[in-house]
């Protein structure tokens, strides 16, 4: 008996632990929605690498992800990230769609809405629990190019799907020139601090920081734009 005590302590020290997302990436480059807001940032695929080295790939039909990278973050609270990208539908344009792994396969949890439009995207500013109720939100900008406008959404992942629901929005900010590669800004995050969303004014004359007060989220200006490091400058703590 003391043997087979033994041997079962020892398979279940053995016992592999499951693994976790630790990078994601876009792959498998596209022409096929012939955006070109983010040049070459259209993708037909997500690729995730798991903590023991394995890859794990998820396809896409009816659009593609149209973005400059996919985020990380723990939304159900179970120590393992999900992925957020953006994907734009053929004919629904741009919305967030949040990934995970399920029995080892990377599958779609939820997404908002889309903007409804072909060829309308959305530029993610960062993820943080803005409003301090211990849940993360997903602050992105609504076309900037456009529309321009600053949209905070919470995510629900007690539920499947994921659902997502508006709490803020604000007008005047952008965080993309069309034919960048690049997204500017971000959100700041310092310690015993409210995040901060940092963006360009829609003329890209100003740096723009987003805060949620109460409930709305309060923009004012903080200096003058000239290049992306003045939006770089403003994401530091110091």
């Known amino acids: 008996m003391r043997g ?6 020892s398979f279940c020290l053995a016992a592999p632990a499951a693994a976790d997302i630790a990078s994601a990436r876009y792959t498998e480059p596209t022409d096929r929605y012939g955006h070109g807001a983010v040049p070459g940032g259209e993708h037909g695929a997500l690729e995730v690498t798991l903590n023991d080295g394995t890859r794990v790939l998820a396809r896409v039909s009816g659009g593609v992800f149209e973005d400059t990278t996919p985020r990380l973050h723990d939304f159900d609270g179970d120590g393992a990230p999900e992925v957020v990208t953006v994907f734009s539908g053929d004919n629904t344009g741009a919305m967030v769609r949040i990934y995970g792994l ?16 072909r060829h309308r995207w959305l530029a993610v500013a960062g ?65 015993d601090q409210a995040p901060v969303v940092v ?22 200006p903080i200096g003058k734009y000239n290049d992306p490091s003045s939006l770089a400058a403003a994401l530091r703590c110091d």
């Open 127 to 191: 993820i943080a629990d803005f409003n301090g109720d211990g849940e993360a939100e997903i602050a992105y900008v609504d076309r900037p190019h456009l529309a321009r406008r600053l949209r905070l959404v919470t995510v629900d992942a007690t539920q499947t799907p994921f659902t997502f629901k508006e709490i803020a929005s604000v007008g005047g900010l952008t965080n993309h020139k069309y034919g960048s590669p690049d997204i500017e800004g971000g959100v700041r995050i310092c310690p």
């Open 199 to 220: 963006t360009a004014s829609a003329n890209w004359s100003r740096v723009m920081e987003a805060r949620l007060i109460d409930g709305e989220f309060e923009i004012a």
């Open 4 to 9: 087979v005590k033994a041997a079962l302590i």
């Open 102 to 117: 399920h029995d080892g396969s990377l599958t779609m949890l939820g997404s908002n809405a889309p903007i409804g439009t």
